[in-house]
């Protein structure tokens, strides 16, 4: 389980991904996006929407959500099936610990 600190603090987009990923929530689009809703969230939880931009269109426009969704595909900690992301055992193996995580990444 996560410790709180600095390193917690930076992986906190990239756990919080990972945790809706293993809670069975996403299924891209049919581009293989992320579902907006999901874009939206993640950027108003790290304050990476522009002003003016509040409700993007999908991944592509906010920048930094599709930078962590090409980081957990190349590392291998999600895969698709069908439609629906799903965690791989590497991706639940890495979440046990931040240390794991950022060894990972």
């Known amino acids: ?6 390193l917690a603090e930076s992986l906190r987009p990239l756990r919080l991904l990972l945790d809706v990923v293993e809670d069975g929530e996403v299924e ?3 581009r293989d996006y992320l579902p907006r809703q999901l874009v939206i969230d993640l950027g108003s939880e790290f304050g990476w929407l522009l002003p003016g931009h509040e409700r993007p269109r999908g991944e592509i426009d906010v920048p930094q959500v599709a ?7 190349t590392r291998r ?3 698709r099936k069908g439609r629906a ?3 791989t055992k590497r991706g639940r193996d890495v979440m046990a610990s931040d240390e794991a995580l950022a060894t990972e990444v």
Do not use: D
């Open 1 to 6: 389980m996560p410790a709180g600190g600095p």
């Open 67 to 73: 930078a962590l969704h090409e980081l957990v595909r």
């Open 85 to 87: 992301l799903l965690l």
């Open 28 to 30: 891209l689009t049919t």
């Open 77 to 79: 900690l999600v895969r």
